[in-house]
């Protein structure tokens, strides 16, 4: 973080693969570094790190923008839920599933559900219903409830088992 006086500064990121400058006051979080360079797809639902909508990854591990300091990622690869875009057919596989199994009422927690649920897959090939709730345990959804999205992360571990493996920028 620049700055003599550390009140102040910027913090350089590779945001869903490419390069920013977010600027950085002192304290303040990476949710709201992130927000304030127009990455509103990270969520701010709680402010606390309960609520799991302001999950992104940080270098690759699950990280709550919500308390993290955005001081903490300079020179990180940070992905959001933009990040899961596939290039070539636009909607990550997870996407697709939750589209597929109405997993999506509102869609505030579902960005940072999508991340939890990419981890997982980084992870596991073939999770289990149990391991799929778990990765999700950090995330709070009042619309839908889980089955449906338990379901969907089921299915797209299988649809991405079967395919090619596909790098996501970071």
Excluded at 17 to 26: D, I
Excluded at 89 to 109: I, R, Y
Excluded at 143 to 169: K, N
């Amino acid at each position: 973080m620049d700055g003599n006086d550390g009140s102040a500064g910027t913090v350089s990121v590779r945001v869903n693969g490419e390069p920013v400058t977010l600027a950085a006051e002192r304290g303040e979080t990476l949710i709201e570094s992130l927000r304030n360079a127009g990455h509103y797809e990270v969520k701010n639902g709680c402010d606390e790190g309960v609520c799991g909508s302001c999950n992104v990854l940080c270098d690759g591990e699950l990280t709550r923008a919500c308390l993290t300091p955005a001081s903490r990622c300079d020179g990180a690869d940070v992905t959001t839920v933009k990040g899961l875009l596939d290039d070539d057919n636009g909607l990550h596989a997870l996407q697709e599933e939750f589209l597929e199994h109405g997993a999506a009422q509102c869609g505030f927690c579902i960005p940072g559900v999508l991340v939890a649920a990419y981890h997982l897959l980084q992870r596991t090939t073939d999770p289990s219903d149990a391991e799929i709730a778990d990765a999700l345990s950090g995330n709070v959804c009042r619309c839908t409830g889980y089955a449906q999205q338990i379901e969907a992360i089921r299915d797209a571990a299988t649809r991405l088992d079967r395919a090619e493996p596909m790098e996501v920028e970071r």
